[in-house]
């Protein structure tokens, strides 16, 4: 059974960092799409970043060079470090893993929450 579980989220003042961590239990890790998503109150789920087999990664405009969205396959573990965090950054974060030729993702974390406050 798959399981990607989050932690590293909570409060932390505006200005500050803050490390997320996914650890995926999931046969060839190497293989996936990883991706963190985040859900503020009252909106939708959006895109944060995500890093595909290869290395690539991709950004949201509102977190480019605050944020940094890397993987260890050697430990099965995506990492979202995220700084100069603002009040507008508060939501709960998602870990998301998907093959490389869909477009949805085929797992999905518990979230961990993470409150920026000003």
């Known amino acids: 059974q798959v399981q990607l579980v989050e932690s590293g989220g909570g409060l932390v003042q505006a200005g500050g960092s803050l490390r997320l961590s996914c650890a995926a239990s999931?046969?060839?890790?190497?293989?996936?799409?990883m991706a963190w998503y985040r859900q503020a109150p009252g909106k939708q789920r959006e895109l944060v970043a995500s890093i595909t087999n290869g290395g690539t990664t991709n950004y949201a405009d509102s977190v480019k060079g605050r944020f940094t969205i890397s993987r260890d396959n050697a430990k099965n573990t995506a990492y979202l470090q995220m700084n100069s965090l603002k009040p507008e950054d508060t939501a709960v974060y998602y870990c998301?893993?998907?093959?490389?030729?869909?477009?949805?993702?085929?797992?999905w974390g518990q979230g961990t929450q993470v409150t920026v406050s000003s």
């Open positions: 998301s893993a998907r093959v490389p030729w869909r477009t949805v993702s085929d797992y």
């Open positions: 999931i046969n060839i890790f190497s293989r996936y799409v």
